[in-house]
């Protein structure tokens, strides 16, 4: 079930998310469930009480991702950049030569999308998730007042994803993943949100539309509580936790992974 993986969220996965996934990942390929496996993950994960986020019953037409909340004219826009990327790359392509690809492409997409004057690429972003980079921002998030930097939209992956059905039909899929942060004042905490867009090559069309909104309360609120557990996880280890991307961590964070474990 690992291609899965390229129907997540591309920031803040929780078990629920990926249960979504795996759902509408194998839907996408295998229509009919005559053996019942997937039924019998939702069972696994019912079970185990993990529930995905705003989702009322764990049926299977529930658990699949929705198409794009977009109108035909914001889904035509896509149509001027997929065909400048370069998607020709196959199984026999190298790594680096497929990182090299996927960087060039992800510049080309992040370009087209973050440009400032165009008001139908502005709501676009605001679909998406997005918020308009500024240094200095302030404003409400539920009860709470917030200021802070919102950080450019970046382009992290733009990737071919190639499956084959039990039929042997191909369905090949155009992942992009997209984040942006937001740097909360005053100790900088870091929260980040973004979207997968799956695009089916077969019809050049965008599929579904994964996303977790930046400046969402729930999302802002879930990933305070995630670090707040790898502070006590940590402390009960003897140990300092260190958000990513905090400088004084990344010297020490080499050293934490090959002393864990050991007798002091």
């Not at 035509?76 to 790359?89: G, Q």
């Not at 740097?183 to 579904?208: E, I, K, M, V, W």
Request: charged residues 30%; aromatic residues 10%.
């Amino acid at each position: 079930m690992h291609p899965a993986l390229d129907y997540c969220p591309p920031v803040n996965l929780e078990f629920g998310d990926y249960l979504r996934a795996i759902i509408t990942a194998d839907r996408d390929l295998v229509r009919d469930d005559n053996r019942g496996y997937r039924v019998a993950f939702i069972d696994a994960f019912r079970q185990r009480e993990i529930f995905p986020y705003d989702v009322r019953r764990l049926a299977e037409d529930s658990l699949l991702w929705e198409p794009p909340p977009l109108e035909k004219g914001l889904l035509d826009l896509f149509s001027e950049v997929i065909p400048k990327l370069d998607l020709t790359w196959g199984l026999t392509i190298d790594r680096l030569s497929a990182f090299k690809l996927s960087r060039k492409n992800g510049g080309i997409l992040q370009e087209w999308l973050t440009e400032p004057h165009d008001t139908q690429r502005r709501l676009l972003r605001q679909i998406l998730g997005f918020e308009e980079p500024a240094k200095k921002w302030t404003g409400q998030i539920g009860d709470q007042t917030f200021t802070g930097e919102i950080r450019p939209i970046e382009a992290h992956s733009v990737r071919v994803c190639r499956r084959t059905a039990p039929d042997g039909s191909s369905k090949p899929t155009l992942v992009i993943e997209l984040t942006q942060t937001f740097r909360a004042d005053p100790n900088q905490d870091r929260y980040r949100g973004g979207c997968t867009l799956l695009f089916d090559l077969n019809t050049s069309r965008l599929n579904y539309l994964v996303r977790k909104r930046l400046l969402s309360q729930w999302s802002i609120e879930n990933q305070a509580k995630v670090q707040l557990a790898a502070m006590a996880r940590a402390a009960e280890q003897g140990q300092v936790f260190y958000p990513h991307g905090d400088p004084a961590g990344r010297a020490k964070a080499f050293a934490i992974m090959h002393r864990y474990g050991r007798q002091r």
